[in-house]
Each structure stands twice: as structure tokens, then as C-alpha cells.
């Protein structure tokens, strides 16, 4: 069984300030790993992902991350921060094994940019 | 967007009615899914399908059942709605395996249950 902890229930920051939102996952198997971004009353859209290869993945709108094996964490960071980055962010896991198509979210980040 | 609607979008029922909601595909994705989302809970997978006919019990699946006759369409339904089943509901797909388990998800289904 997978499980995904999302360190921060909230985080507030400045406009054009760094931000890193943190994600740890627990599973007994490899995974893929993925950020998913919801917009006040929308629904969730692709952030990026990690499936293999490179631990540093780029993402939309500037964001990246950074798969870490051995701390079992998948951190999004972005350098600077928008008024429009103001949303809710999920990190989410799903293991590798054939016949697994699911995923596990964690319990979501808000995001607040303050201007 | 993968072609995902939700139908209704919004809807206020009173606690013991039944409710069907509709997810609707045209992308011929394979795999449906549908979670709740909660404050502070996240999501959390409800049922899913992954074929016409085939479904199973993901998570939160009590209360609700699902079906599946069509490619296109995965319905859930609430036998006898009640308050704790007020929650936003979102439908998600997946085209194959070929696709690293990234799911696509439609723009979700506000339920209230009074």
C-alpha cells in the first residue's frame, strides 16, 4: 500500500518569492510521481511528472521537481511566484507494478501568493 | 482536457434520495475513475473501471455503486444519499497503460446532501 504525506496544509508567500511545497511517499515498490494543480473551483490539471530517468523534472508554468530516492520525496519548488499561482496542490504516487492504474493523493497544499 | 464532462454540476438533494451522476468521455479512454474530494482529506478514489462491465472498489466505496455499459459513460450512484456524502465529485480517466498511470480529470460535481 502506497500513502503520500503533504507536509503543508497551507503556505502563504510573497509575490515574486521562491516556494518549495513538500511531498513525501511511503511504498514497497517503484513509482511514478506527479503534481497536480487545482484552480479555485476547477478541476485538476497536470503539473508534471516523474516516470524515470533524470530527477529533476520540469513542469508547467515554471514550476519543477525533484525526485529524491533515498528521502522518498517528490518537492515542487518554483523560483518565483505569481499572483496566479494562488491554488491548491496535490502530489500524488502510483506504483509501477502491472495492473496498478491508481493513484494516491495527499491531503493537497493551498498555495496563497501575496501581492 | 481529455473530453471529460460532468453532469450535473451542481445539485442539492435531501438526505435518503437516490442520485446518478455522469461521467462522460469521448477520448475512448479505457480506464474511469471516480474520488471525492474533502477538505483535508485530499482525493480519494470511490470505484473505477477498467473496461465496459468491469469496475472495483477503490477506497471510500460504501454508499455507492457504479456502472458501466458504454466506453463512454461511468455513472455513480448514491442508494440513499446522506449528509456525509456531501463533497465535490470528480471524474478521471486514463487511456491505457501505456500512459504511466496519468489520469485526465473533468471539471467535478458539487453534491449537497441536506
Known amino acids: 500500500a502506497q500513502s503520500v504525506t503533504q507536509l503543508d496544509s497551507q503556505v502563504p508567500v510573497f509575490e515574486e518569492a521562491p516556494v518549495e511545497l513538500r511531498c513525501n511517499y511511503s511504498s514497497s515498490v517503484s513509482v511514478y510521481l506527479f503534481w497536480y494543480v487545482q484552480y479555485p473551483n476547477q478541476g485538476l490539471q497536470l503539473l508534471l511528472k516523474y516516470l524515470s530517468g533524470s530527477t529533476l523534472v520540469k513542469g508547467i508554468n515554471g514550476f519543477e521537481a525533484e525526485f529524491n530516492k533515498s528521502q522518498t520525496s517528490f518537492h515542487l519548488r518554483k523560483p518565483s511566484v505569481h499572483i496566479s499561482d494562488t491554488a491548491e496542490y496535490f502530489c500524488?504516487?502510483?506504483?509501477?507494478?502491472?495492473?496498478?492504474?491508481?493513484?494516491?493523493f495527499g491531503k493537497g497544499t493551498k498555495l496563497s501568493v501575496i501581492p | 482536457d481529455a473530453g471529460i464532462t460532468q453532469s450535473p454540476r451542481h445539485k442539492v438533494t435531501e438526505t435518503g434520495t437516490p442520485v446518478t451522476l455522469r461521467c462522460h468521455q469521448t477520448e475512448n479512454h479505457r480506464y474511469m475513475y471516480w474520488y471525492r474530494q474533502d477538505p483535508g482529506h485530499g482525493l480519494r478514489l470511490i470505484h473505477y473501471s477498467y473496461g465496459v462491465k468491469d469496475t472495483d472498489k477503490g477506497e471510500v466505496s460504501d454508499g455507492y455503486s457504479v456502472s458501466r455499459s458504454k466506453t463512454e459513460d461511468f455513472l455513480l450512484t448514491l442508494e440513499s444519499a446522506t449528509s456525509s456524502q456531501t463533497s465535490v465529485y470528480f471524474c478521471?480517466?486514463?487511456?491505457?497503460?501505456?500512459?504511466?498511470?496519468?489520469?485526465?480529470f473533468g471539471p467535478g460535481t458539487r453534491l449537497t446532501v441536506l
Open positions: 500524488a504516487v502510483s506504483d509501477q507494478g502491472a495492473g496498478s492504474y491508481q493513484l494516491t
Open positions: 478521471a480517466t486514463l487511456p491505457d497503460r501505456r500512459h504511466y498511470n496519468e489520469q485526465f
